[in-house]
């Protein structure tokens, strides 16, 4: 069984700053690419930000230039540091996370975590 657990998130006040970390664990052979999702509430989840094992990386317009992620690929762990963080950033923040399990003749899959809430005041 895989498992893909977020945190780090928070109450910050705009122009503060915050990391949030993903962490999968299991019967894991290969992590592929990892990403970052935000979902507002009443809006259309949206992807932040995407990361692949050999550290390429790729934002939304509407971060570039605050927001890094970056992994720890030994931890399987991936990382998003946001700075001046603002109002229209609250949302809930997703990991997902393309697995190879280690289990013969299973394909690579999607896995998600729960989320965690990010809060911006103005």
């Known amino acids: 069984q895989v498992k893909v657990v977020e945190s780090g998130g928070g109450l910050v006040q705009a122009g503060g700053s915050l990391r949030l970390s993903c962490v999968a664990s299991g019967a894991i052979l290969r992590i592929n690419d990892m990403d970052w999702y935000r979902q507002a509430t009443g809006k259309q989840r949206e992807l932040v930000a995407t990361s692949t094992p050999d550290g390429r990386t790729n934002y939304a317009d509407s971060v570039k230039g605050r927001f890094t992620v970056f992994r720890e690929n030994a931890k399987n762990t991936m990382h998003l540091q946001m700075t001046s963080l603002e109002p229209d950033d609250t949302a809930v923040y997703l990991c997902?996370?393309?697995?190879?399990?280690?289990?013969?003749?299973?394909?690579?899959?999607?896995?998600w975590g729960q989320g965690t809430q990010v809060t911006v005041s103005s």
């Open positions: 997902k996370a393309i697995i190879k399990i280690a289990m013969f003749g299973t394909p690579s899959g999607e896995y």
